[in-house]
C-alpha cells in the first residue's frame, strides 16, 4: 500500500517531471485551477498539488473505481480538489457548475491506466482470458462483446482498420461473424484465437501479439475514445486563461494527430498572406511550447514500458479570442452543445457528475453536479 492505493494498481506517472515543469509556471497564483482531465491513480496530480501550493484541482475520471483510488491517494490535499466522475469532453458544464469561469492548466493522459489493464475482470488486456467489457465506465455503454455479436461485418471491418489500423480487418471480421453465428463471444482468449487463425502464418510470426491492434480498436469504439478527444481538446483550450497551459500525452498516432490537429492550427496567423499588417484577431491564440512531439528517454521506457509510445504535446494560450471568431473545431457547435448530446447520449450512472472532496475516499457525493445523481 502506498498513499492510500494498492501495491497491485501501482501506476507509473508518464514523463512527470516534464509534465509538472511545464505546468507549475501557470499555477503560482493563489487560486490557480489546475484540470486534470484524466485523473487516473492521480500520480500526476498529486506532483502537481505538492509542487504548486496555491493550485486547486478539478479532476475528472469516466472509471469510477479511479476516482475512488485517487481520493485516497489526494486525501492530504482534500481541501483544494474537486474530483468528478465526467467523460472529459464535459469539462464546460463541470467548470461551470463549480463556479470557474476559466483555468490555468489542463493535463491529458489519455488511454487506459495500469488499474484497468490489471482488473482481470475489465478485459482490457488480450494477455488474460477474461470477459470482453472494457468499458472504461462500467455503467455506460454497450461492452466490446457487445459490439463483437451485434455488429455487421462491414462495421467490424471498418472499427479495426481506422481505430487498430489492422491491414487484415476484413478477414478478421468476416471470421469474427461466422464464429459468432457457431456461438456468441464472451471472453478474450476465443477473440484472440479467431484473429490468429485469420492473419497470414507469414504475418503471425512478427510484430508481437496479432489479437493487441483488434483489443486496440474494440476499446477505442466502446468508448468512443476519438470523437469525445476530437471535442474535448478545443474545450480545454478555450477554458483556458491567457497565460494557462495545456499538456497533452497520447499513446497511438491517432490520438496523436488529434490533439496536433487542435493545437498546432491555433499556434500560427490566420492572417491573408496579401495583408500588411496581422490584425490582432489574426494573431495566434496558442503558443507551442514543444517542439513536434515529445518523447521519453531510454531510461524511462526501459523502467516504465507504458512511456514507449507516449506522444506529449504542450501549448500556452497567449491571447483572448476575438468575437466572431470560433475556436478551429468549435465553429458550427460549441463544445458545450456536443458535450450535453454525448452525455444525453449514454446511459448515466448514478455517480455520473457528481463532485466529491479527496477527503472522502469512499466516494460520497458532496455535490451533484448533473442534479440527476441519485
Ligand atoms: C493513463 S490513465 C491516467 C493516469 C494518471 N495520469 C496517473 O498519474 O495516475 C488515464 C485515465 O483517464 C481516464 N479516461 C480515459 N478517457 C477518459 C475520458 N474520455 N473522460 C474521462 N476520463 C477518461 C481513464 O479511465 C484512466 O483512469
Known amino acids: 500500500m502506498s498513499n492510500g492505493v494498492p501495491d497491485r494498481h501501482r501506476h507509473v506517472p508518464v514523463l512527470l517531471e516534464r509534465c509538472v515543469t511545464l505546468l507549475a509556471p501557470a499555477l503560482d497564483e493563489p487560486g490557480s485551477v489546475l484540470v486534470d482531465a484524466t485523473l487516473g491513480l492521480g500520480g500526476h496530480s ?16 469516466r472509471d469510477p473505481a479511479a476516482l475512488d483510488l485517487a481520493g485516497r491517494r489526494l486525501a492530504a490535499f482534500a481541501g483544494r480538489t474537486h474530483l468528478v466522475h465526467a467523460v472529459y469532453d464535459e469539462l464546460p458544464e463541470v467548470l461551470d457548475r463549480l463556479g470557474h469561469t476559466e483555468v490555468r492548466g489542463v493535463l491529458m493522459d489519455l488511454g487506459v491506466s495500469s488499474l484497468q489493464l490489471d482488473e482481470v475482470d475489465r478485459g482490457f488486456s488480450y494477455a488474460v482470458d477474461a470477459p470482453l467489457d472494457m468499458r472504461m465506465d462500467p455503467s455506460s455503454g454497450p461492452t466490446a462483446a457487445e459490439v463483437l455479436n451485434t455488429y455487421p461485418a462491414a462495421d467490424l471491418s471498418r472499427v479495426l482498420r481506422e481505430y487498430g489500423e489492422e491491414r487484415f480487418a476484413r478477414r478478421i471480421a468476416e471470421l469474427v461473424v461466422r464464429e459468432r453465428a457457431r456461438e456468441p463471444f464472451t471472453t478474450s482468449a476465443r477473440l484472440v484465437d479467431v484473429v490468429r487463425q485469420a492473419i497470414p502464418a507469414a504475418t503471425r510470426r512478427h510484430g508481437g501479439n496479432p489479437a493487441k491492434r483488434t483489443f486496440q480498436a474494440l476499446r477505442i469504439e466502446v468508448n468512443h475514445e476519438l470523437e469525445v478527444l476530437g471535442r474535448a481538446v478545443p474545450a480545454a483550450v478555450e477554458a483556458l486563461a491567457v497565460g494557462g497551459r495545456i499538456v497533452v500525452m497520447a499513446y497511438h498516432s491517432l490520438e496523436d494527430r488529434i490533439v496536433k490537429g487542435v493545437l498546432t492550427p491555433q499556434a500560427r496567423s490566420t492572417a491573408p498572406p496579401d495583408l500588411p499588417v496581422e490584425l490582432p484577431e489574426h494573431a495566434p491564440v496558442l503558443r507551442l511550447l514543444t517542439r513536434g512531439a515529445e518523447t521519453a528517454d531510454e531510461a524511462e521506457t526501459g523502467a516504465n514500458p507504458r512511456a514507449a509510445s507516449v506522444r506529449l504535446r504542450a501549448a500556452e494560450r497567449v491571447r483572448r479570442r476575438s468575437t466572431g471568431h470560433p475556436a478551429p473545431g468549435m465553429a458550427r457547435e460549441s463544445a458545450r452543445g456536443s458535450a450535453r448530446e454525448s452525455a444525453r447520449g449514454s446511459a448515466r450512472g448514478s455517480a455520473r457528475g457528481a463532485t466529491r472532496s479527496a477527503g472522502d475516499p469512499a466516494g ?3 455535490r451533484d453536479v448533473e442534479g440527476d445523481a441519485a
Open 364 to 366: 460520497s457525493v458532496e
Open 46 to 61: 498529486q506532483a502537481l498539488l505538492e509542487r504548486c501550493p496555491h493550485a486547486v484541482l478539478v479532476g475528472l475520471d
